[in-house]
C-alpha cells in the first residue's frame, strides 16, 4: 500500500482534494476529526489538556471549549507546543493503527489529511507527501465566502502556518486548487491513478 500524507495552508483545498481520493477509492484520514474525537470526555487526552491549560477551557457539557484554547494557542506559541505535545504522540500512535487497518482490508492507497503534518514529523511516517496550494488572495476570498472568516484572521493563520515553499521542499506532489471543482477532481483522478500504479510497483 502507498500512504499518501495529504497536507497544505489554511483554505488551501485540502479536504476537498481528500474527500475527491475517497471517492476514487482511497482509504481516507481525516486527522483533524480524528483529533476532536479523541478529546471527547471522558479521555485521557482531555483530562491531560485541563491539567496543562486549566478547567475554565471546559464548556458547561464537559466538552473542551476548541474555540477558546484554539485562540490561546494560536496567539501563545508556548501554548501551542504545550498542546502539541500532548496531542500529536497520541495521534499519531492511531493514524498508524489506522494505517494498519487499511493494510489488512487491502486498500492500495490510504490518504491521511493532516494540517500539521510536517510540523509534527508525520511525513516521516508517510511514503509520500502531497500538498495543495492556491494564490493568496483566492484563499482569502474562499475563507471569507464559506467561513465567515474576516480578511485580517485569514491573514494573521496564514502568516502563522508553515509557508508554501516550506511545506512544498517535502512535496512528491503539488495540488493547485485554483481551478474549477470539475478540474481539479480531472487532475486528482489522474494523480490517483499514477499512486495506484507506483503502489502497485511497490511489490
Known sequence: MLVIGLTGGIGSGK???????KEMGAAYLNADLLGHEMIRPPSNLL???????GRHYLLPSGELDRK???????RDK???????RIM???????????????KSAGYKVGVVEAAALIEAKWDEAMDEVWVTTAPRET???RLRRNKGISREEIISRMDSQLSDSERQKKAAVVIDTSCSLADLKKRVAELYREALDRAASRH
Open 68 to 74: 477558546k484554547l484554539g485562540e490561546k494557542v494560536f
Open 139 to 141: 484563499i482569502i476570498e
Open 88 to 102: 500529536h504522540p497520541a495521534m499519531l500512535r492511531a493514524v498508524k493503527k489506522k494505517i494498519s487497518e487499511w
Open 47 to 53: 483530562q491531560e489538556i485541563v491539567s496543562a491549560f
Open 78 to 84: 508556548e501554548a501551542l507546543e504545550s498542546l502539541n
Open 15 to 21: 479536504t476537498t482534494v481528500g474527500e475527491v481520493l
